[in-house]
């Protein structure tokens, strides 16, 4: 089967863009996951979405939003970007406890 | 309460040595201990998980311990490689909280040859 695919790899945005985020789960997996990671906050939790609905949400700010599709493939936005933004944004899909992480998306504000 | 609190931040070993990374945690609504392994540019690898009701558990050269009345749980390599080196992170989710997975800080690992 094919791993977590995300697109694109890297990307920059000047501040007060926004960006969308793609994420294809592994075949077969309903729940995908975002997480941010950075050298200061190490990973953490975005969002998890389940058959297009949002079941859980992390401690960040109203600009960072998702969404699931049908096909369970998903997207995140992140819109007013601030430098801080700047991170490795990973999508991970679940196979009940188990959770397999995507390469990242690496977003740099400038 | 929700933190993972991960220990040491970085270690040096010998190729053939032991490395061990300890994790501590506070919320004892976790029930799901997974350990990943992220290599530069590369997203995080499930390397090993352990339920609390097991003590100890066991995938090739990696082995988990889990003492629930310490709260702590620990990553042993054995006979480790320098394609070993790596960051690893554990982590800890409840089944409440479904995906969400709350990490501790990382542990840099460098196996010399």
């Known amino acids: 089967k094919a791993g977590v695919t995300q697109t694109p790899r890297y990307l920059i945005k000047t501040r007060g863009q926004q960006v969308t985020l793609s994420c294809s789960p592994i075949?077969?997996?309903?729940?995908v996951s975002w997480y941010q990671q950075t050298p200061g906050q190490g990973l953490q939790f975005l969002f998890e979405?389940?058959?297009?609905?949002?079941?859980n949400k992390g401690n960040f700010p109203g600009r960072f939003s998702g969404r699931q599709f049908s096909n369970s493939r998903s997207e995140m936005n992140v819109s007013t970007l601030e430098l801080g933004d700047s991170a490795l944004y990973l999508c991970?899909?679940?196979?009940?406890?188990?959770?397999?992480f995507g390469p990242g998306t690496r977003l740099t504000v400038t | 309460q929700q933190q993972v609190k991960q220990s040491p931040q970085s270690l040096i070993v010998q190729k053939g040595g032991i490395p061990i990374i300890n994790c501590a945690y506070e919320n004892t609504a976790f029930d799901y201990f997974p350990w990943y392994q992220q290599f530069p540019g590369k997203g995080p690898a499930l390397l090993i998980a352990?339920?609390?009701?097991?003590s100890e558990k066991k995938e090739g050269r990696f082995t988990i311990s889990f003492n629930k009345s310490a709260k702590q749980f620990s990553l042993h390599i054995m006979d480790s490689q320098p394609g070993d080196s790596a960051t690893y992170f554990c982590a800890a989710s409840t089944g409440a909280s479904g995906s969400r997975l709350t990490f501790g800080e990382g542990t840099q690992l460098t196996v010399n040859p």
């Open positions: 352990i339920r609390p009701d097991v």
């Open positions: 991970a899909s679940r196979l009940g406890a188990e959770q397999y």
């Open positions: 075949s077969g997996h309903r729940s």
């Open positions: 979405y389940f058959s297009e609905t949002q079941r």
